[in-house]
């Protein structure tokens, strides 16, 4: 069965960066698009950052734009979510999706920013 688990999250200063990792299984892989969002409390679950296929990221949230690259490994299966200049109001949990027929979702890695 499809499984996405992700890793890397952390307790950051601000300023500061995170790499988010998330290793995939029970699907094709390299020929689906991937995502990363994310849900601070109290909020609704929002996209951070869509990445095709083949490696072109498709779209970054406004608020993550010169921030946050996403990216992918197709030969380990592995998307991944380099975060530099990170903020407090970056604070959610972060989590991988890919959408096969229906969305499914990793378990999340929680990203706190905070001095």
């Known amino acids: 069965q499809v499984q996405l688990v992700e890793s890397g999250g952390g307790l950051v200063q601000p300023g500061g960066s995170l790499r988010l990792s998330c290793a995939a299984s029970?699907?094709?892989?390299?020929?689906?698009?991937m995502g990363w969002y994310r849900q601070a409390p109290g909020k609704q679950r929002e996209l951070v950052a869509g990445?095709?296929?083949?490696?072109?990221?498709?779209n970054y949230a406004d608020s993550v734009k010169g921030r946050f690259t996403i990216s992918r490994d197709n030969a380990k299966n592995t998307v991944y979510l380099q975060m530099n200049s990170l903020k407090p109001e970056d604070t959610a949990v972060y989590y991988c999706?890919?959408?096969?027929?229906?969305?499914?979702w990793g378990q999340g890695t929680q990203v706190t920013v905070s001095s």
């Open positions: 999706n890919v959408r096969i027929r229906s969305d499914y």
């Open positions: 029970g699907f094709i892989f390299s020929i689906n698009a």
């Open positions: 990445i095709s296929s083949i490696g072109i990221p498709t």
